[in-house]
């Protein structure tokens, strides 16, 4: 991450978005300290789209057969 100073900031703030948006992180310092960041956006994700995610994932897993499960419980006990 690079910085840059308010005043700067404010005189290439176009830039500064720009940059971001192509995955850049800018902080912008203030009397030399860190006081905020910009950032690229993150695209916003609906629940419906993460649960589809999940079902999709859970589909493609393998169940174990009940041969293994047994086994899996069994070694457990020991």
Same mark, same amino acid.
């Given at each position: ?13 176009? %830039?500064?978005? *720009? $940059?971001?948006? $192509?995955?850049?992180?800018?902080? @912008?310092?203030?009397?030399?300290k860190?006081? /905020?960041?910009?950032?690229? /956006? !993150?695209?916003? @994700? #609906?629940?419906?789209?993460?649960? *589809? *995610? @999940? %079902?999709? @994932?859970?589909? !493609? /897993?393998? #169940?174990?057969? !009940?041969? %293994? ?5 069994? %070694?457990?006990?020991?």
């Amino acid at each position: 991450m690079r910085t840059i100073g308010l005043f700067e900031a404010k005189q290439r703030l176009s %830039e500064l978005v *720009d $940059q971001a948006s $192509q995955g850049e992180e800018i902080g @912008i310092t203030r009397r030399g300290k860190l006081s /905020a960041l910009i950032v690229p /956006a !993150r695209p916003k @994700i #609906s629940l419906k789209e993460i649960f *589809d *995610d @999940i %079902e999709r @994932i859970r589909k !493609r /897993a393998k #169940s174990p057969k !009940r041969s %293994e499960v047994k086994a899996l419980i069994e %070694e457990g006990r020991h």
